[in-house]
């Protein structure tokens, strides 16, 4: 992929230099044909789809435009950012810690699941009560004793 990016950078600073020895008026007409083609792009019903490399080059392009040439992107500022967002999220990953409840231990689970089996009227209230009954062990004793 960075092989990818670098070649499309090659292509276009070498786009640049040919733009150095054309004529004013080249640049005008081609700048004008440009114009027009985009014009007729944007009445299509498609969304287009950017591989992360057009992406790339897009912003990079987008921050040498003044803000008044932004405007004129198909691309909105805010669609800017969480491609940027996207790129940093990618780069900086780390564990993260999980949110919520802990998970119940296996011992405990297995005992609720055979109290279930054994005894199909209890619901989970009797279930509940009788845990400490049956293994001490399993649940920790209730603050406040000793």
């Known amino acids: 992929m960075a092989l990818r990016l670098l070649y ?13 020895v054309r004529s004013e008026t080249s640049k005008d007409v081609e700048i004008l044909m440009l114009r027009q ?3 007729v792009l944007r009445r299509q019903v498609a969304r287009p789809r950017l ?10 392009l987008a921050r040498l435009l ?8 198909f691309v909105t500022p805010g669609t800017l950012l969480r491609w940027h967002a ?6 900086w990953t780390f564990k993260r810690r ?8 296996a011992a405990v689970r297995s ?15 009797r279930i509940a009560g009788e845990l400490p009954v049956w293994d001490t062990a399993l649940v920790p004793p209730p ?3 000793s």
């Open 8 to 20: 499309l950078i090659f292509l276009r600073l070498a786009g640049w230099l040919v733009l150095l």
């Open 111 to 125: 005992l609720v699941l055979r109290m279930a089996r054994e005894n199909p009227l209890w619901g989970y209230r």
């Open 86 to 91: 996207d790129v940093v999220r990618r780069r």
């Open 66 to 73: 003044p803000t008044a040439g932004r405007r004129r992107l």
């Open 51 to 60: 591989s992360w490399a057009d992406r790339a080059m897009i912003t990079a």
């Open 37 to 39: 083609q985009l014009a």
């Open 98 to 105: 999980r949110q919520g409840r802990p998970p119940t231990r």
């Open 143 to 145: 603050c406040g004793s």
